[in-house]
């Protein structure tokens, strides 16, 4: 195959087909049964941690592989396309709290946790939202009081992906936002917060959701929980400038995601509509059928390029690609969910009814209009994001 966007390196190429080797032989077959259990597969992390994946954009000098957003794209989307509840939990591990630690701790707070989140010896978390609102997150009303011995966090944190793991087992740590000072962004501090510190405990979990059920979520509850300042993640007051640095690279995986679902819904529709034979023809001969095939494939191939384009120019560190990372994961979570639908539609009843994992892909889906930014926050930020430009490039 010649080298693409979509795989700009020999060592890009081969990521692909070993991620997809090892996502098809280990990932896939364990999907269904850890859907309908709403159970997380700590062996398979611990599996993809081996394989220097949960560390595939660390730094070296923590075991990590120090690869780039492209490769990071690559991997995410084709985990997805096997298990995109198992893969949330990859990611917000390694990007919402690895990665995020690797581009804001220092070197004391990344030498304590990196090494053992590279391999997945500990399983991580990133805590922003909140009971009363996730978009607003200035709004966010945890607070970290100082004190003589540092901090004292109180309040709680809601949704928060491996804040559980299985039979109410808390995951290890958390980057944790609250703050510090006044009503506005520059009052906003991040903090790292371990599992067994005082005042630190489990909240409600958050069974019984529509998907992405193979990884667990819960609340978290602060109570006079005292903080170590070196704790402290960047400057007090410095949390929004921290979430900035890394947003694009939250969002461009959360991209990549929602294309690995879309794969896997259009490959199915597509086998599908070849075998299944209806008024003596296969699916695949009537018109209604191939618009659904057509579109889905260009609609896919547009996301495609759009996360693969994005990811270059992260990748080289060239230009700012917030507004590219909003626009992907704006444009392939609903693609996602379309090419989901119009899988069920080409399968029927068998669609429906579960054979096929088109109804979880379905559900899947959806999360990624919701999770890491609503669509109407990536609306909002690619508006304001334009309004600093008269002419578009
Ligand atoms: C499965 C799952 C896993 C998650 N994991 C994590 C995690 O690990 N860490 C974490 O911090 N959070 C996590 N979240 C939370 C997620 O990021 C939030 O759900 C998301 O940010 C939206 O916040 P909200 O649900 O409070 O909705 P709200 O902010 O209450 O919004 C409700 C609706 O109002 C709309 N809305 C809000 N404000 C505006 C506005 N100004 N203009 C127009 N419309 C508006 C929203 O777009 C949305 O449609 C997770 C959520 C889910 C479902």
Redesign the pocket.
Known sequence: MPLDLFHPTESHLTLRRTVRAFAEAEVAPQATAHDRQERFNLDLFRQVGARGWLGLTLPSAYGGAQQDATAAAILYEELAAADAGFT?SCL?HSV?FAHHLACCGNAEQQSRFLPDANVGRIVA?????ESG????VIGMQTTAQRVEAGYLLNGE?M???NGVLNDGEMGDVFLVYARTSGNGPRGLSLFLVEKGREGFTLGRGVDG?LG?RA?K?AQLLFKDCLIPVENRVGEEGGAVRSMVQTLAMERLTMAAMSLGIARRALELMNQYASRRRAFGKPLRDFGQIQRHIGESYAEWMAGRTLVFHTAQRMSASSADSQLDADAAKLYCATMAKTLADRAIQVLGAYGYSGEYPVERLWRDAK?FE????????HQ?NITRGLSRLDQLP
């Open positions: 949330l917000s919402l978390g990133m805590a922003m939202s609102g996730g978009t607003d944190k949704w928060i992906t959701r992405v990884s979520s999360l919701i999770g890491g930014g609503t669509l109407e926050a909002r």
